[in-house]
């Protein structure tokens, strides 16, 4: 049977892992200095994909490391609920005696202090001595360390503090530190995490070095569809999913689906099967951003689509461009989190949604507001523009309910990829590995 290369719904094996070359060449130097890595980008960047790669046997002969030294540890943070520092180390143990299955004194020793309860960081240093004596290092790839980075019933400030200063304190004050990489990933750079920085005191986060995953260049895209050989679906493909990492592998997937059950794909149908997939992933995207963000989406959205309607009288959203000026940190961090991304023109930045689907969706939201969200929404308007701007907002919003038939049709969206879809279709696909 032909598998799917292209994953959806989960982590992309590391045999299908495409792209992020230099990422994982960074992650592999890190692991020989002994030393620590953060991986930060938004929901659907592949980072847990990203661990899974640097887990890989594969990956460590590529470049040339020896995996039988290291004893390799991944897992999320968000498995431990509610999250507390001793079950964080507990859970390092109990993984680390899994890995060791032919080492059945250094088990024992690991179940005497998992018996023993409230495991700390120096549970861990105990550990680290055993495998330094036997010439091995242990490599930690923790996914999801925001959770850690977010208070808890059981988890306050106070001991996000301590906890914070025990990772430091191992990675740079001990000498087991010597013999302990730790790779983590969170939706977020962890200086935006976390708490309040101790002005006396070192940052926590400062012996990491910070790694970005962004959305595809387009070399990576090439890369991944190279199976499918669908050049001229490609710059359409582009367009509609702006590079994400998650709407490529939809994309990919809902073409090559199609193949395998002998079916001639049609635009009509892959533009309709993709709009439902990925439903979800712009709800966790848009539930992750905040209400300032939301609102700088929706004018984003708004504008386009007044483009989009043509010569149609509708409504005026001029003057955005002064709000957008005013808040370049949140569309810098909405461009790191994939959402949008900008061009210069006139030595001004210009910014849009990297996706035209996501665009669509976020119209689509607002088609669904009423009078009450407005209202509660008020305050977070007059933040961030005038009175005059948040009557021509409230203007277009109004406008979206009473004319919804006058908004272009899902396939308009999709216009490039319409226009690149031949007729009677069959996916040049290669039926090999």
């Given at each position: 049977?032909?598998q799917n290369p292209?994953?959806?719904?989960?982590?992309?094996p590391p045999?299908?892992?495409v792209g992020?070359a230099?990422?994982i060449?960074?992650?592999?130097?890190?692991?020989?200095n002994?030393?620590?890595?953060?991986i930060?980008?938004?929901?659907g960047?592949?980072?847990t994909?990203?661990?899974?790669?640097l887990?890989s046997?594969?990956?460590?002969?590529e470049?040339?490391?020896?995996s039988?030294q290291?004893?390799i540890?991944?897992?999320s943070?968000?498995i431990?609920?509610?999250?507390t520092?001793s079950?964080f180390w507990?859970?390092?143990?109990?993984?680390?005696k899994?890995?060791?299955?032919?080492?059945?004194?250094?088990?024992?020793e690991?179940d005497?202090?998992l018996q023993?309860g409230?495991?700390?960081?120096d549970?861990l240093r105990?550990?680290?001595?055993?495998?330094?004596a036997?010439?091995?290092y242990l490599?930690?790839l923790i996914?999801d360390f925001?959770?850690?980075?977010?208070?808890?019933?059981e988890?306050?400030?106070?001991a996000?503090?301590?906890?914070?200063?025990e990772?430091?304190?191992?990675?740079?004050?001990?000498a087991?530190?010597?013999?302990l990489s730790m790779?983590?990933?969170s939706?977020?750079?962890?200086?935006e995490?976390?708490?309040?920085?101790?002005?006396?005191?070192s940052?926590w986060?400062?012996?990491?070095?910070?790694?970005?995953?962004?959305?595809?260049?387009?070399t990576?895209?090439?890369n991944?569809?190279?199976?499918?050989r669908?050049p001229?679906?490609?710059?359409?493909?582009k367009?509609?999913?702006?590079g994400?990492?998650s709407?490529l592998?939809t994309s990919?997937?809902?073409?090559?689906?199609?193949?395998l059950?002998?079916n001639?794909p049609?635009?009509d149908k892959f533009?309709?099967d993709?709009?439902s997939?990925?439903q979800q992933?712009f709800?966790?995207?848009?539930d992750?951003?905040?209400?300032?963000?939301?609102?700088?989406?929706?004018?984003m959205?708004l504008?386009?689509l007044k483009?989009r309607l043509?010569?149609?009288?509708?409504?005026?959203?001029?003057?955005?461009?002064l709000i957008f000026?005013?808040?370049?940190g949140?569309?810098i961090?909405?461009?790191?989190?994939?959402?949008?991304?900008?061009?210069v023109q006139?030595?001004k930045?210009?910014?849009?949604?990297?996706?035209?689907?996501?665009e669509r969706?976020?119209?689509?939201?607002l088609r669904?507001?009423?009078e009450n969200?407005?209202q509660?929404?008020?305050?977070v308007?007059l933040?961030?523009m005038s009175?005059?701007?948040m009557?021509?907002f409230?203007?277009a919003?109004?406008?979206?309910?009473?004319?919804?038939?006058k908004i272009p049709?899902?396939?308009e969206?999709?216009g490039k990829l319409?226009a690149?879809f031949?007729?009677?279709?069959i996916?040049?696909?290669?039926?090999?590995?």
């Open positions: 049977m032909v292209f994953i959806v719904g989960k982590p992309v045999e299908h892992f992020r230099s990422e060449a960074a992650a592999f130097d890190q692991i020989y002994r030393s620590y890595l953060a930060w980008g938004g929901s960047m592949g980072k994909s990203f661990l899974q790669k887990e046997p594969q990956a460590w002969q470049h040339e490391m020896d039988s290291a004893v540890v991944r897992f943070c968000e431990i609920t509610p999250f520092p079950k507990g859970e390092i143990l109990s993984l680390v899994e890995k060791l299955a032919d080492q059945s004194a250094l088990q024992a690991i005497t202090i023993a409230q495991t700390t960081k549970s105990q550990i680290l001595r055993k495998l330094k036997q010439d091995k490599v930690l996914d925001h959770v850690a980075l977010d208070t808890n019933q988890y306050d400030q106070d996000m503090q301590r906890f914070l200063s990772c430091r304190n191992l990675a740079v004050h001990s087991e530190g010597q013999h790779i983590v990933t939706l977020k750079r962890l200086n995490l976390g708490p309040k920085l101790n002005p006396n005191a940052p986060y400062n012996h990491y070095l910070f790694l970005q995953l962004k959305i595809f260049n387009n990576e895209i090439d991944i569809f190279q199976t499918l669908i001229y679906l490609q710059e359409a493909i367009e509609n999913t702006g994400h990492p709407l592998q990919g997937f809902l073409l090559h689906r199609d193949l059950t002998g001639a049609s635009v533009v309709s993709f709009e997939v990925t992933i709800q966790n995207i848009w992750r951003c905040s209400e300032v963000e939301q609102t700088l989406l929706m004018l959205a504008s386009a483009g043509h010569k149609q009288k509708q409504f005026d959203v001029s003057g955005i461009e000026s005013q808040r370049e949140e569309l961090k909405l461009e790191e989190q994939g959402v949008v991304t900008h061009s006139e030595e930045n210009i910014y849009f949604f990297t996706s035209s689907t996501m969706w976020v119209i689509l939201q669904q507001t009423d969200w407005l509660a929404r008020e305050k308007f933040n961030l009175r005059q701007q009557d021509k409230t203007t919003v109004k406008w979206l309910w009473k004319n919804k038939d049709q899902i396939m969206w999709f319409v690149a031949p007729k009677g279709f996916l040049p696909i290669s039926m090999g590995n």
